[in-house]
């Protein structure tokens, strides 16, 4: 515990003093690795107008209408050689968990044509794949938080072009104590039809599967506030789960200062004592460069270039509409009168949300985002029995540095 501080006041301390010109920090060349260090600090605030359940409530919140934390507070780690290798170790001083911490060879120096072993992404999910610095809403969607698996312990294969890729991973548990558990595997294909400076067309699609910790699933998910200690839609604690699959299909397409972009997922649980529980979701976004910037593309995932003024920055204006459905049953009448219906299967609730947005790129190294987020949720209350609604509206914001 006490590293785990000793490291945040590093990551406050090198986010002041990194000249803000700088995306990153070269620090020597050492048996052939150039190495560099990088960092990312974010602190968020969070508004809530809450509708019936109190949002920011439980052991967990404070009780307040309002929330402020630091959210991230990454330190990393980079190496380029020697010959073909890369090399990451990535530490989340907030959080106390490491990040991406891995080894890549690439095949006869391709890039596009790697073995990776060590802590990393898996393959699934344009959103969770693209650099969280570069994220186009404060809160990922919905669907992202939820099905999408994000860094484990293991090994992938990769290989393609510039326009195409093909990636297979097996994995096991996270690398920090106590988190995700669970062995799997996935594939994710990509395919750029169009692929030009300031014009891509992207399609992708992958699967995972993996075992679940102690035979054990909980699906459910936050109203798009990542300090909010409340989950509108919850399908409960699944003690009879053996497996989860889960299917994703994506779609973007940018051209100039305008990008558009969807996903949509379908899970399956395997259970051992009652039926497999199936759920879905999807969100599609529209992003606006309003001072003309367009994205990058590599590796199948987009990035945010620079501003085309580094003093006057880039602004930009989102929109984005997610949806998920945790409700898999029905209900049933109850033969006894005066007694609650009952529930055959799980009705975990369904979400709409809209997200509005506007971001500040200021230079290569700072950002402001602020997001207006407006929620759509119902869910079966065994005490109301029956469906009842919770519409919440919430105002974030977050300060960003990064280097």
């Not at 309002?66 to 190496?79: H, N």
């Not at 890369?86 to 891995?102: M, P, S």
């Not at 060879?105 to 344009?126: R, T």
């Not at 299917?247 to 395997?270: D, L, N, V």
């Amino acid at each position: 515990m006490k590293l785990h501080h000793q490291l945040l006041t590093i990551a406050v301390a090198a986010a002041l003093y990194v000249p803000a010109a700088h995306a990153e920090v070269a620090i020597d060349v050492i048996g052939g690795s150039e190495i560099t260090f990088e960092g990312l600090v974010q602190a968020d605030g969070n508004w809530y107008d809450n509708d019936v359940v109190d949002l920011n409530g439980g052991d967990a919140g404070n009780g307040k209408n309002s929330e402020f934390e630091l959210r991230r507070a990454e330190l990393v780690l980079k190496g380029k050689g020697p010959g073909n290798v890369e090399w990451v170790v990535g530490y989340d001083a907030k959080a106390d968990k490491f990040l991406d911490t891995n080894v890549k060879y690439k095949l006869l120096g391709n890039a596009n044509h790697f073995i990776q072993v060590g802590q990393f992404k898996q393959p699934n999910s344009l959103e969770e794949l693209s650099s969280t610095k570069n994220n186009d809403f404060i809160s990922k969607a919905a669907v992202t938080n939820t099905y999408a698996v994000a860094r484990r312990l293991g090994g992938a294969y990769s290989y393609g072009q510039d326009n195409w890729s093909v990636t297979a991973s097996a994995f096991g548990r996270e690398l920090t104590r106590n988190l995700a558990h669970g062995s799997g595997y996935g594939a994710r294909g990509t395919w750029a039809p169009i692929n030009e400076k300031g014009q891509v067309l992207h399609f992708g699609l992958s699967y995972v599967d993996y075992d679940t910790d102690a035979d054990t699933l909980r699906v459910r998910a936050r109203p798009n506030a990542d300090l909010a200690t409340a989950r509108l839609v919850d399908g409960g604690n699944m003690t009879d789960t053996d497996r989860v699959s889960t299917i994703g299909a994506e779609a973007m397409y940018f051209q100039g200062p305008f990008k558009a972009q969807a996903e949509y997922y379908t899970s399956k649980a395997k259970r051992y004592a009652h039926d497999n529980y199936t759920t879905d979701g999807y969100y599609v976004s529209g992003v606006w460069n309003v001072t003309g910037e367009s994205w990058s593309y590599k590796g199948g995932t987009p990035g945010t270039g620079l501003p085309n003024n580094p003093a006057g920055g880039q602004w930009q204006l989102g929109v984005r509409y997610d949806h998920m459905d945790l409700n898999d049953g029905n209900l049933a009448a109850n033969p006894v009168a005066g007694r609650p219906p009952i529930v055959d299967g799980v009705l975990g609730g369904k979400m709409d949300i809209w997200t509005v947005g506007a971001n500040w790129y200021w230079r290569s190294n700072f950002k402001l985002m602020l997001n207006y987020v407006m929620v759509d949720s119902k869910k079966y209350s065994s005490t109301a029995r029956g469906f009842v609604n919770d519409d919440p509206n919430i105002l974030e914001a977050r300060a960003q540095f990064f280097w």
